[in-house]
């Protein structure tokens, strides 16, 4: 019976741990970005790729390997991943700009204003900047 009840406890618990905003919404950013990943993967193998390979006279980077005894080490497959790394980079760097642009926009119009916070001094350096302050004053009360 006290089984039972752990169960239930843990199923609703985890029930409580993925219904939170935060668990669904890096689900679906994870997602989503599988499927980017696969466009940029496309766009870079299908397209860029391929003309990059014209401008350079027709080198095909897929195929660019060294030959070492048995072993074949595929440094254009290397090139490629580089490349779609750097274009998905780019993208979400467009993707995140512009989100914050538009936020912004949105809040200037609706008159709210994001207060940069004041950085916090450590309570330690307070502590003895008060201290120095204190040392001061009493060389200047012995004087």
Known sequence: MKAKKAVKKEIGEFRKFISRGAVLDMAIGV??????????SSLVDDIFMPLLGVILGGLDFSGLSIKIGDASIMYGSFIQSIVDFLI???????MVKIVTNIRDRADKKLGIEHKKEEKKKDEQVVLLEEIRDLLKENKLLKK
């Open 31 to 40: 997602i989503i970005g599988g499927a980017f990943s696969k466009i940029v």
């Open 88 to 94: 998905i980079a780019i993208c979400i760097f467009v």
